[in-house]
């Protein structure tokens, strides 16, 4: 998931923050460090992972020379643990040696007969209102002044919109966002919260006056005095279009942003369309879901980024969403007819495409394609198998290159920095609650290339003191010298 502890409420309470920016700025402040030998990373690394405030956590650690089966540490390395958002390094590297590169989504708009046009859209995450003005564009370009009826064809991807082991409060969230055959703005909308003169509830601002008819708002918001703790949290029915919008705002509070994702992705994007085909005087009849015919002519047409830019905001920014629709792309692969392209499928081909890779397929078992769903495992030995693997492909610069660089970007950028693990670190980030791992590569200085895996689960530990002890043995493999 995108790098934030899940919470149905959205809550932001700032006196809570406090104290978390406490632990944070601890956590980030550099260790101590000095070069070590090969021999003394064990002692290194267990003193880290027998302290005491980690007695009831486990620990699963894998260290290797990269390029070669030597271990150099490890520990419960074959076991199975909740990975978090490390599930990505599987997903991302089973799409680059399936689909290559290059790959690109395509959404089509299809002319039919009584002057309907069809759009068939084929799961790309990177879909926004910039493109379907290009669509709208694009017809009116041919002409297109008219359309009787507009029909979305959302067949290519089936199954659940959203994985059933994923919790409540993640669906209910920005980064649990839906994932179909159509898919624009991450499939969500946001409004701003701005504050109004003492005890009156903030204002809502829509960035989308369509969007906004179809939601009853239930606000019991308070505007409070400056410079008070704003504590907001949204909150959505679990039936019926129902927000209720609680907590305070400071008088002299920036907007408050809040994300939710949509309900009904497919009249997301037909209401969106509708805007857009406006803008271009093209004047829209009814709008439905059905199917189009086959040899159609192709009158608009989009394409997503390549994928090797794809997997740079997966792996960087660890967005679940992009996730999701790449591990589905690997099923439309294998079935290229509508009604098939599942998450299960996909799975299989994932898991196919990992053997033949080297990975074995006892080393993990997953349900999602981004870590979301506390039901997938693995183990260490499978997550440094697949970096292993990758770094022996043709694609390995591409995989490389979409890995978050220590101290520099992605999820890494406010870690590891004025320490030696700067910028000679890249590797996966992964937080759940109680569930936190980094894997990834190393360039020691002094010592050969490493990769490597850590994952601690059944921690009570707040992730930023995790996180600092993982730093610290990450910190000290960056150290490694050649001793005699």
Same mark, same amino acid.
């Given at each position: 998931?995108?790098?934030?502890? %899940? /919470? ?28 070590? /030998? ?29 390029? &070669?089966?030597?271990?150099?540490? #490890? *520990? ?20 680059? *040696? *399936? ?13 039919? =007969? ?16 910039? *493109? ?29 919109? +959203?994985?059933? %082991? ?6 209910? %969230? ?6 179909? =055959? ?6 969500? !909308? ?14 809502? &601002? ?24 704003? #504590? ?36 997301? !994007?037909?209401?969106? !369309? ?6 271009? #005087? ?21 394409? #997503?980024?390549?994928? &090797? ?51 074995? %397929? ?48 992605? @999820? ?20 759940? @609650? ?16 490493? +990769? !490597? ?10 992730? &930023? ?20």
């Amino acid at each position: 998931m995108p790098q934030k502890s %899940s /919470c149905i409420f959205l809550l932001l309470f700032f006196s809570i923050h406090l104290n978390i920016n406490q632990q944070l700025a601890k956590a980030q402040t550099p260790t101590p460090t000095a070069p070590i /030998c090969p021999t003394q990373l064990k002692t290194t690394i267990d003193a880290v992972t027998n302290r005491p405030l980690f007695s009831r956590a486990r620990w699963g650690i894998l260290v290797q020379n990269l390029g &070669s089966n030597q271990t150099l540490y #490890s *520990q419960d390395a074959h076991k199975y643990f909740t990975p978090a958002s490390n599930t990505k390094l599987l997903t991302t590297a089973a799409a680059l *040696q *399936q689909l290559g590169e290059n790959y690109r989504f395509r959404t089509s708009i299809y002319r039919g =007969s009584n002057n309907f046009l069809y759009i068939v859209g084929r799961g790309d995450p990177s879909l926004t209102d910039a *493109q379907l003005r290009i669509l709208a564009k694009q017809l009116k370009q041919k002409s297109i002044t008219q359309i009787q009826q507009l029909v979305v064809d959302d067949r290519y991807i089936r199954g659940d919109l +959203v994985p059933s %082991s994923w919790q409540w409060e993640d669906i209910y %969230s920005d980064y649990g966002a839906p994932v179909g =055959s159509v898919i624009l703005n991450q499939n969500t !909308f946001s409004f701003n919260l701005l504050p109004q003169t003492l005890g009156k509830p903030a204002l809502i &601002s829509w960035t989308d006056a369509d969007e906004a008819k179809q939601w009853r708002v239930i606000n019991q918001s308070v505007t409070v005095a400056q410079n008070q703790p704003n #504590s907001i949290k949204v909150t959505r029915e679990l039936s019926g279009n129902v927000l209720r919008i609680q907590g305070q705002l400071a008088a002299n509070s920036q907007p408050y942003l809040v994300t939710l994702p949509v309900v009904d992705p497919n009249y997301y !994007f037909l209401r969106r !369309f509708r805007s857009a085909l406006a803008a271009e #005087s093209i004047t829209l009849g009814r709008t439905s879901i059905g199917i189009y015919a086959n040899n159609q002519q192709e009158v608009a047409a989009v394409l #997503s980024p390549p994928l &090797s830019k794809l997997l740079i905001e997966i792996n960087q920014n660890s967005n679940n969403l992009y996730a999701e629709a790449i591990l589905r792309a690997l099923a439309i692969k294998k079935t290229p007819l509508p009604n098939q392209a599942t998450a299960d499928t996909a799975l299989e081909v994932l898991k196919t495409t990992l053997t033949q890779m080297g990975v074995n %397929s006892t080393g993990y078992a997953l349900v999602d394609g981004s870590g979301l769903s506390r039901k997938n495992l693995i183990s260490p030995e499978a997550l440094v198998q697949t970096l292993q693997a990758m770094a022996n492909s043709p694609q390995a610069s591409i995989f490389r290159a979409s890995l978050p660089v220590a101290g520099v970007n992605g @999820t890494l950028k406010n870690r590891f920095q004025n320490t030696p693990a700067a910028k000679i670190v890249q590797a996966k980030t992964g937080t759940l @609650t109680g569930a936190i791992s980094l894997s990834g590569y190393i360039n020691p200085p002094k010592y050969r290339p490493l +990769v !490597f895996s850590i994952i601690v689960n059944q921690t009570d530990q707040p992730a &930023s003191i995790v996180r600092k002890a993982i730093d610290e043995i990450v910190v000290s493999l960056a150290q490694l010298q050649r001793c005699q």
